[in-house]
Every structure is written in structure tokens, then in C-alpha cells.
């Protein structure tokens, strides 16, 4: 991958709420894109994968979207929790698909 | 299955000072990648490894050296410590780096080098 970037670095919300994490992508050949879910002082841990040839993909409480148009992927967590704080990292594979570019991530403080 | 395990957790080097991070995995994975993460950044690729014996450069292998002699195993070696090698140390690994195939990361070293 080129560049994989994030708008906000932290995104404060209240329990309950609805999160948007949003990634901005360079490489249109890019196949699919991953996000990771990194708690404080643990390993990151996969949270949901999206192949480029889907717009959307949902999982529990999660839901990915791309646009390919813009080259942007966002990471909706619905009625957001206090476990839900974390940093969340976008990725995508690199060319050959045996390693990913991680973005920089997002920092999501979710206050009961 | 323990997953991924990685030792120390934690550990101060003196500047010059060598030391070997171990990296463990039970899941019969092929794939095993070191990343190591600054404070507030994202993850950048040290070395991966796409099967016993078999290792590949990644974004920042300089003042690094891994090894895969079996599945398993994946150690990183420091051979002469720089403060700018503090860092977090994270190992993962996967079955194949393909489409759908998540990689599990270990807990993480944290390295401090003064």
C-alpha cells in the first residue's frame, strides 16, 4: 500500500452512540482492506475485513463501508460502548498480499 | 491454543546491549511478521517470514536480524541497541496473507533503550 491515513486522530463519543471512524486510501488496486481494534496495552486484534469488490460489509454491531470513488473506508460501531474504547487501525495488503500497511489509527474514548 | 505468545514483556537495554525477542505461535501458521509500534503511531513491519526459513525485509529492518528455523519460532535479534529502538515490539502471524486471513498479534515487548 502507498498511504494509508485517518482524518481524526480521536473521536470522543458518549455510551450509546453511534462511532464513524473514517480512512483515506491511495492505491485504487488495493483488493481489500482490513480494521484492526488495538486496546490499551494489548496487540491489535481484527475486527472486520471488506473485499473491494463489496461496498459494505456488517458484522456484530460493526459495519464497513467503501467508497472506491473517493477512496475512503469508514468503521461504524453502533450503540457504542465503554469496551469499545480503543485505537483502531485500517489496513491494507501490500503488493504480493503477504504483508499489510497499517494506517496510524484513530483513539475512540467512549464516556459512560 | 495459547496463540501467539512473545517474552519478555518487558525489558531495558543499555545503549550497545544485544537481546533476542522470542516470538511463539500454536495455530501451524506459515506467515509471521514483527512490527514494532512508537508512542501513538501506527504499526510498522520489521521482518516477516512466509514459512520455515524464509525471511523478507519489511518497511524498517535496519538494526535487526530474525530467523525461522522452524514454524513456530520467530525470534528478533538486536544486535546493538540504539535509544531509537525503544519501541513496542508486537509479533504476529497468519495462515496465508490472503484475503479473509486475519493476523493474530502476541501481547507486545515493550523495550525501553537508555
Known amino acids: 500500500g502507498e498511504n494509508v491515513g485517518l482524518h481524526l486522530p480521536t473521536l470522543s463519543v458518549q455510551e450509546g452512540d453511534n462511532s464513524i471512524i473514517n480512512c483515506a486510501y491511495s492505491n485504487s488496486a488495493s483488493d481489500y482492506f482490513i480494521w484492526y481494534k488495538q486496546e490499551s496495552g494489548k496487540g491489535p486484534q481484527f475486527i472486520i475485513d471488506?473485499?473491494?469488490?463489496?461496498d459494505k460489509r456488517q458484522g456484530q454491531r460493526v459495519t464497513v463501508l467503501l467508497n472506491k470513488t473517493v477512496k475512503h473506508l469508514s468503521l461504524q460501531i453502533a450503540a457504542t460502548q465503554p469496551g469499545d474504547s480503543a485505537v483502531y487501525f485500517c489496513a491494507e495488503p501490500n503488493s504480493g498480499y503477504s504483508t499489510l500497511t497499517f494506517g496510524k489509527g484513530t483513539m475512540l474514548l467512549v464516556s459512560p | 491454543n495459547a496463540g501467539v505468545t512473545q517474552t519478555p514483556k518487558f525489558r531495558i537495554l543499555k545503549i550497545g546491549q544485544s537481546m533476542t525477542l522470542q516470538c511463539t505461535q500454536d495455530?501451524?501458521?506459515?506467515?509471521m511478521y514483527w512490527y514494532r509500534q512508537d508512542p501513538g503511531m501506527g504499526l510498522k513491519l520489521i521482518y516477516y517470514s512466509v514459512g520455515a526459513g524464509i525471511t523478507d525485509k519489511g518497511e524498517v529492518p535496519n538494526g535487526y536480524n530474525v530467523s525461522r528455523s522452524t514454524t513456530e519460532d520467530f525470534p528478533l535479534r538486536l544486535e546493538l541497541a540504539a535509544p531509537s529502538q525503544t519501541s513496542v515490539y508486537f509479533c504476529?502471524?497468519?495462515?496465508?496473507?490472503?484475503?479473509?486471513?486475519?493476523?493474530?498479534f502476541g501481547p507486545g515487548t515493550r523495550l525501553t533503550v537508555t
Open positions: 471488506i473485499r473491494s469488490n463489496m
Open positions: 495455530m501451524n501458521h506459515n506467515y
Open positions: 504476529a502471524s497468519s495462515y496465508a496473507g490472503e484475503w479473509g486471513d486475519e493476523q493474530y
